[in-house]
């Protein structure tokens, strides 16, 4: 297959997750960012680098925003938020850090595929993705010709970008005044 | 507008970005990945975090694979391929490096909006996404509601996810092979 | 306090804790290190950049080395040596990373203030550092003028380094063929 | 040799190194961090890891710090301050964050090893350190038993911990008060 047939297919893949994602849960997930004095963003892996990608753009809105586990971001407080994206909602590292956030009191929201996970469990609200899950394929499960969690993280990326517009269309924000808090060293 | 509508237009607007990419052109893409000795993955900003996925792939695959900046990322020398995501083709980190690349005889592949920028001139492929720039816009230029680089950001992501599975079709390989080599400590 | 009084004191602080470092447990870090045959390198905060700057000497070597967390990471397995820095030992995602790296097989070094920690009991080897701990400082504890955890970070930095010219030494290597290695591109 | 003896040598070049910065240097130093609004810290390879160390300590301290180059790094302003480590002065992004630093009008703070360097001839302040250059040793130059720039990379970071100290009795701030400002999820 050449790279136009396989992406009619990862769109039509993409199409149906995109589309299964509720609508209130979806505004539910963009009031608590906005109602949020810090934002804490924590992921794994490539889904790590989808939640990166969300708190860079919340830095261009002028929110605060840091990533769990780089140099500067400090403790976590009772007004804060913790945004997961974890297709398992069952990673170690992201389960401590939920509880952390929980025993001080901030916010959470969760990005997953597993709506029964343990992170979900104590989440303020869940985005549910229609994905595969990579470690355990069941039967009756969503299909994807895709490898992994590929089709998650694809979605999960996507579903951040569409909850920045709909922050900027709360907040009557532009493109250029974003672009302007733009890193200048890179 | 709610996250539906705005996941409507998302998925048009990958749909024009994905299936203008040239198939003979991203056929070489992935040649050039086949061939590679060392594949070395650069990127700034949320194009670096695109890259980074790739790069993280790649290492599910067996490839030897390196993110620029990171750690343990040793020399590129002459038998190293160097993926470039850049929608400029200018920043001047990543010009530092495409020309570092030529003088040690590696090839440079490039993933950009702009085909005639610097990095372009040296690159042994370029995959050219039709997706805005978020710095100069003009006349006739793509549109898309999407703030800043994000429609250019979405569209080299899956399309680097395209490559891969061209990359499992090319060496029969599978998801779960894949998955045996996905980091147990994270 | 001029810089050259801060000096003195940090310095003299450095000498009780470098020339307690049990000269055995020394070698035995060493050995483990230099029979590995692929190395993991974890820590967090401060303690995570001091043994990422052992992990690119160890590249420098031309050992296999990687950083728990880093993009191209792959899985540890039973050849493995997984290097831990931890003051208290207890670092919730470093005491999993144990666990799992004991269940594959592989074996652990932990550089740390706390020797009957969590992790400790399940090391290889220890090296113990007599600096004061950031979280539970008791009587009889050594006396640190600095902050937190600088002391054991500074301590475990040149520890490390240290053990890169013992490593040297035993491989007969020296600093230009290191250099070689050097990243070309940063 | 064994660890002890290695460390001796090493604490005596430590302390050569240390003992010839110039107080003067070392105030403005300390100055210049105090008066900042913004503090953007940067620095490739090892000597990244050790500027990283002094932004994580900035940011206990309560200050407004960044990392050049991680996800939440907005762009620098003319209230800014790089600081910049630097062996050479001449590492090319590291210029081209200064030269883009000097545009909007915001100060430089290098360390390294030659204040003749490009970077050293827009710094507002110039710390410099008598360790040997690993690219280019010269007749004349200080001599060191490590390898490569490892005598440099611990005296800045050494002395970066020392400006803390120097900062803390500025601001008659103690080790509690900053701890409390730690990371909770890590």
């Known amino acids: 297959m050449n790279n136009l047939q396989y992406a009619k297919t990862v769109l039509e893949e993409l199409n149906h997750t995109l589309m299964s ?3 209130e849960k ?7 960012i906005d109602e949020a004095n810090e934002i804490f963003c924590a992921g794994a ?16 809105m ?4 840091y990533v769990v586990g780089e140099t500067c971001t400090p403790n976590i407080k009772e007004d804060g938020l913790l ?31 597993n709506p029964e996970s343990s992170i979900a469990k104590v989440a303020d609200v869940v985005i549910e993705i229609s994905a595969p899950s990579p470690k355990s ?23 951040m970008d569409i909850a920045i517009m709909m922050l ?6 532009d493109s250029d005044t974003m672009f302007g808090r733009h890193a200048n060293m890179e």
């Open 21 to 23: 994602i509720n609508p």
């Open 26 to 32: 979806a505004d539910s997930f963009v009031e608590l």
């Open 45 to 60: 892996g490539r889904s790590g680098f989808q939640v990166k990608g969300f708190a860079m753009r919340l830095m261009h």
């Open 62 to 65: 002028g929110k605060h925003s």
């Open 83 to 113: 945004v997961i994206c974890s297709g398992s909602g069952e990673t170690k590292s992201l389960v401590n850090h939920a509880s952390k956030a929980k025993e001080v009191g901030a916010k959470i929201a969760l990005i997953t595929i």
């Open 137 to 159: 394929a069941k039967e009756g499960d969503i299909q994807s010709i895709q490898p992994m969690g590929s089709l998650f993280e694809q979605s999960e990326g996507l579903f």
């Open 168 to 173: 900027m269309e709360r907040n009557h924000m």
